[in-house]
């Protein structure tokens, strides 16, 4: 939910709920007012009557009442001292409809007699006066909410329109382009604040960034060095002396070794690089064409293992770095070598959407962990970084690389564009 | 041929130096960026090898001097940066070829020759060993005017064997010459073999000595001892 949302609501509920108590006490209060002005009219023609009575010892005709009608009644059982206002409805002869009215019942002595007299008047224009003013209110009470609505969506969204320009910049932000986070003019205290630590913390994050790039950098020199030293110096051993049978084996050990820690260097190093996107040289490349040069390239290793080899190719062409693409075709292909079994299969296939690189062998385990770093198989010759590095290449491009198993087929695929 | 190693890693030029020199090659050595530009600047070369790190100056800043100064010398750099864009920039500044380390001195040497060849011979670009005659731009091999049939791996085997003639060639290195570093080989280089025997068969039955010598399980001696 959105801050202006629950804001408008809790904003919103709190104004309407106030505003609906606040009518109903005015409603009440108005009311009473109202009844109680009736009342003292009443009163008032009461004394009128009583005094009338008292002077003249004679009712007053109801006829010479033009506000109020008025009935005179036996007071049953001669009874006295009856006073009591009521709320009632009476048929209102000049407009000749009923109407609402309040009634005051009250006793006046003639002549020793206990009379019960009836005096009611309208109470429609009242109930008119507390109609209007009801109306009022609402009106007011839904011009407020719909003001209220109004600021809140659009003043307070103005209002926050900084915020979310930062909230752009940040998600737009990578560690790689140097550039810093634009600082977005505002007068607001709290955003000038989120600009400049984000900016702070941008800047941070692009030190560190910087550090660890030139880290890398620095220790792959420094490591390459010694390795380069090692396998020069291998190489010129070899041209010295005659070595014994024994010599010999121990020597291409080291060289074994030396070109397994140097591949893993690359690798590694190439790692970093697909993850910083620091490669660029993104072309059209002709992947039929390049899948067929890679089956020729691994025709030995195919011919080594006795693999019948199946290739469906249709033209496709891909906007990469030819470096990558070649990377990709390599480790895919190695890896369906690397884990075959002997006069096993090989399968590729490439459609317009998808490469599919399927190849016989042996089931195993961690399938979930197939393209993480350093996961391989107890038996396999490899460094467990071929598949990540694939799987690097494909997040750069946004192509999506899935696994599975159908028989005793393994089979990856790549898919070109996610959306199909 | 004359060749200035540029290199500020005693140990690794050493070992160059040790590999290169013989069959009348000269080979010359800086350490420095000074002593580098004095040495460019005063003779010429077939060849330098040029470390791109070196203490004093950026060895890309030496390869614009020396075609600011119009010299024809061959340039390979050699680099730890194995970066795209080193490599690109390199060879724009005009050098002819880019070697990344670690590499084997075989694989150096193979690469050396080949820019040596290409600028010496302009097109007629031919080695000869014996009998062996081996024309590398028509890729055509004859043996005593006998004319061979080679596959080209087995042609880039024999070129890079020449390259490194009277020298121990690993498996390691010849794989790596001919399917390139990056393809992840297992470390089982039978399929070597296989193309070797090939090799040695051809030239055999077109009237060659057997030059090819295996050596401990480790690799090949091309040499006519």
């Known amino acids: ?420 | 041929m004359k060749i200035l190693v540029i290199e500020d890693e005693q140990a690794l030029y050493e070992s160059i130096l040790a590999y290169f020199t013989g069959e009348g090659n000269v080979c010359e050595h800086a350490a420095d960026f000074e002593a580098a530009t004095e040495k460019i600047e005063l003779y010429t070369y077939d060849c330098i090898l040029l470390d791109l790190g070196l203490p004093g100056g950026e060895g890309l800043e030496l390869l614009s001097r020396l075609k600011k100064m119009n010299k024809k010398d061959g340039v390979l750099i050699i680099s730890a940066r194995h970066s795209l864009d080193d490599r690109l920039s390199g060879l724009d500044l005009g050098a002819d070829d880019y070697l990344v380390k670690p590499f084997h001195l075989s694989e150096l040497k193979a690469r050396v020759s080949a820019i040596i060849r290409r600028k010496n011979f302009d097109g007629d670009n031919i080695i000869q060993f014996n009998e062996i005659k081996v024309d590398v731009s028509a890729m055509k091999i004859t043996v005593n005017d006998t004319p061979v049939t080679l596959t080209k791996k087995e042609f880039d085997l024999l070129v890079y064997f020449l390259s490194n003639k009277n020298k121990v060639v690993t498996k390691n290195a010849m794989a790596e010459h001919l399917w390139g570093d990056e393809m992840d080989l297992s470390d089982d280089f039978d399929f070597i073999y296989t193309h070797v025997k090939n090799l040695k068969k051809k030239l055999a039955e077109a009237g060659a000595k057997d030059y090819v010598k295996s050596v401990y399980g480790i690799g090949y001696k091309f040499t006519s001892i």
């Open chain 1, 1 to 420: 939910m959105k801050l202006s949302t629950r804001y408008n609501r809790v904003n919103m509920l709190t104004s309407l709920i106030i505003l609906i108590i606040t009518g109903v006490i005015y409603y009440f209060f108005i009311h009473l007012i109202l009844t109680n002005k009736l009342d003292k009219d009443l009163a008032v023609e009461e004394n009128e009557i009583r005094q009338y009575t008292h002077t003249y010892q004679k009712l007053p005709l109801p006829a010479s009442y033009l506000d109020q009608q008025i009935s005179y009644a036996e007071s049953p059982g001669n009874a006295k001292d009856i006073r009591e206002f009521s709320y009632t409805t009476y048929l209102n002869t000049k407009e000749n409809e009923e109407e609402p009215g309040r009634s005051l019942v009250t006793t006046v002595n003639l002549k020793g007699k206990n009379i019960l007299v009836t005096i009611t008047k309208s109470r429609v224009e009242s109930e008119d006066l507390v109609r209007v003013i009801l109306l009022i209110t609402l009106g007011v009470t839904m011009i407020l909410l719909g003001t209220l609505f109004l600021i809140n969506r659009f003043v307070l969204s103005r209002l926050w329109q900084p915020f979310y320009n930062t909230l752009k910049r940040m998600k737009a932000f990578e560690v790689t382009k140097m550039e810093a986070i634009k600082e977005e003019p505002t007068k607001i205290d709290e955003f000038i604040e989120l600009n400049q630590s984000v900016n702070a913390m941008a800047e941070r994050v692009k030190q560190d960034y910087r550090e660890l790039k030139s880290f890398t950098d620095n220790a792959s020199h420094e490591m390459m060095t010694p390795l380069a030293v090692i396998n020069s110096k291998l190489d010129s051993l070899l041209q010295t002396e005659t070595f014994t049978e024994q010599q010999g084996a121990l020597l291409e050990d080291i060289y074994q070794a030396t070109g397994r820690l140097s591949r893993l260097h690359q690798s590694l190093l190439l790692l970093a690089k697909i993850e910083n996107n620091l490669i660029t040289d993104a072309q059209e490349i002709d992947l039929k064409g390049l899948v067929e040069s890679k089956v020729r390239q691994f025709q030995e290793l195919f011919e080594r293992d006795g693999l019948t080899v199946e290739v469906k190719l249709t033209e496709k062409t891909l906007t990469m770095s030819r470096y990558l693409a070649d990377i990709l075709l390599n480790n895919l292909f190695s890896n369906a070598v690397r884990h075959n079994v002997q006069s096993g299969k090989f399968i590729i296939e490439l459609s317009k959407s998808a490469l599919v690189v399927s190849n016989t062998g042996k089931d195993f385990d961690a399938k979930d962990r197939l393209f993480d770093r350093f996961s391989k198989s107890s038996e396999s010759e490899g460094m467990g970084l071929g598949l990540a590095i694939t799987k690097q290449v494909c997040n750069l491009y946004g192509y999506e690389i899935s696994y599975k198993q159908i028989n005793k087929l393994h089979i990856f695929s790549v898919f070109f564009d996610t959306e199909y």
